[in-house]
């Protein structure tokens, strides 16, 4: 079953502007994942924020994470064409294996 | 450096015939395997995942099956293909401890 959900389904933005995504989930959490997925290919991971974390940030990603309202946000600054891609959560309850349940992505479409 | 491998990038195949997906890794040891299925438009769906050789764990029933005869490799295997078999199937790995999955390219499916 999917424990995130991914808020929105579908954004497009011109290049320069800022991307916001957001996640919801339902249950506890070891720690929340960011992975990216272009067309066809394989996810890479972006980032990873932990239940005891609020804010983190690399490069042009900042993420919250809201463990009382259980949700996340991903924000890209100054995206660039290269950023359209399929953007998803995953959820890690901490069991020791990272069995992660992801959620249905947000395809962002950055148009120059 | 780790390096993943999946083949074979795309496969049709009719109903009822049989299926073997083989995923590696290179670079690491002992490294915890996973498989996912990824319908169209939809998350990632763990369908196995394996914390050594010959350990195998499902998440959901299914007409799959995995085998991890070697270390680094992960098999998924179908006796007789269904037309909902049909799918993008990734296979991720993770060092034994961490939280991160590295995927590899993923294999398209289609069942006819």
């Known amino acids: 079953s999917q424990q995130g959900e991914e808020d929105p389904q579908a954004l497009s933005i011109q290049e320069g502007e800022n991307a916001t995504m957001n996640c919801s989930y339902k249950t506890s959490i070891n720690n929340l994942q960011w992975y990216r997925q272009n067309s066809g290919r394989g996810l890479v991971h972006l980032i990873l924020i932990r239940s005891n974390e609020r804010e983190k940030h690399s490069g042009r990603l900042r993420v919250t994470l809201d463990t009382s309202k259980k949700s996340s946000s991903l924000l890209i600054t100054a995206s660039r064409a290269a950023d359209t891609a399929s953007y998803f959560c995953?959820?890690?309850?901490?069991?020791?294996?990272?069995?992660?349940?992801f959620g249905k992505g947000t395809m962002l479409l950055v148009s120059p | 450096s780790q390096t993943i491998h999946q083949w074979p990038a795309t496969l049709v195949q009719p109903v009822g015939s049989p299926l073997s997906l083989e995923c590696t890794v290179e670079?690491?040891?002992?490294?915890?395997l996973y498989w996912y299925r990824q319908a169209a438009g939809r998350g990632l769906q763990l369908l196995f995942y394996s914390v050594g050789i010959g350990q195998i764990s499902s998440e959901v029933p299914q007409n799959l099956s995995a085998s991890r005869p070697q270390d680094r490799q992960f098999i998924l295997s179908s006796k007789k293909l269904l037309l909902s078999d049909s799918g993008f199937y990734l296979c991720a790995w993770s060092a034994g401890g961490q939280e991160t999955q590295y995927f590899g390219p993923g294999t398209r499916l289609l069942v006819l």
């Open positions: 995953a959820t890690d309850p901490g069991s020791g294996y990272s069995t992660l349940t």
């Open positions: 670079g690491t040891s002992n490294p915890n």
